[in-house]
């Protein structure tokens, strides 16, 4: 039986390490992971998604995914299937960031993108 917690936990920390070239900030730190799933068979989902539809280096990301996800899993006997659903719905906006994405990039870039993002009035922060 897969200890679904313990696949998940690693699976977060083994994406913490793919960064999106574009934007130097992992991949779960910015919010393109929409869900990792395990089930009773040791089959496990992962949706993800992209900052932008046509990502010109969606193959190259995608690759990267693939070989954190397969050396994350490879000592676990009981993985059977690994899938990788990208999805872009809900699309990606910086509200899908984590608290420690948002302090990364305004250390990079020198502001907030979450506030830059809601003076334009296309999202309102609670």
């Known amino acids: 039986m897969v200890d679904r917690n313990a ?3 690693r699976l977060k920390e083994a994406l ?3 960064y999106d070239p574009e934007i130097p900030i992992n991949i779960w730190d910015l919010g393109l992971i929409y869900g990792i799933d395990v089930d009773d068979f040791g089959n496990v ?3 993800m998604t992209l ?5 010109p280096i969606v193959s190259f990301l995608l690759h990267q995914v693939q070989e954190a996800v397969y050396g994350a899993l490879a ?3 009981d993985i059977n299937e690994v899938n990788i659903d990208l ?3 809900p699309p990606w906006d910086p509200t899908k960031m984590t608290e420690e994405g948002r302090k990364r990039f305004k250390e990079l870039f020198g502001y907030d993108i979450l ?3 809601s ?3 296309v999202f309102k922060q609670t």
């Open 16 to 18: 913490k390490n793919v």
């Open 75 to 77: 000592d676990i006997k």
């Open 115 to 117: 506030e830059s993002y």
């Open 51 to 55: 900052t932008a539809p046509g990502c």
């Open 7 to 9: 696949v998940i936990n």
């Open 45 to 47: 989902r992962i949706k």
């Open 87 to 89: 999805v872009f719905d």
């Open 119 to 121: 003076k334009r009035g």
